[in-house]
């Protein structure tokens, strides 16, 4: 299987914003879902939010009202927008598919 690819992590302060994208060396049209989980360190990953190849979102209730997924077919990419960060929110975000492996994160860390 061949991976995504996760970029837009880095340092910000609390309540800051950040942008994630996941890049796929094909097409995501007709993927079922994309989504996107986090790991935290010392604890198991859990998942984020995810979209649908119909554009329909699901969140976990912490990053509702905060985060928000995206997909552009046309550039095979998939966003997270995440404003309002907290400090628990630090942790190394991945994004998956059933037709990707998991690939290597970007780390995410909020400073309180």
């Known amino acids: 299987q061949v991976h995504l690819v996760e970029s837009g992590g880095g340092l910000v302060q609390s309540g800051g914003s950040l942008r994630l994208s996941c890049a796929a060396a094909g097409t995501i049209v007709g993927t079922a879902y994309i989504a996107w989980y986090r790991q935290a360190p010392g604890k198991q990953r859990e998942f984020v939010a995810l979209?649908?190849?119909?554009?329909?979102?699901m969140y976990a209730d912490s990053v509702k009202g905060r985060f928000t997924i995206s997909r552009d077919n046309a550039m095979n990419t998939v966003y997270l927008q995440m404003n309002s960060l907290k400090p628990e929110d630090t942790a190394v975000y991945y994004c998956?598919?059933?037709?990707?492996?998991w690939g290597q994160g970007t780390q995410v860390t909020v400073s309180s």
């Open positions: 998956k598919s059933p037709s990707h492996s």
């Open positions: 979209v649908t190849d119909e554009s329909t979102t």
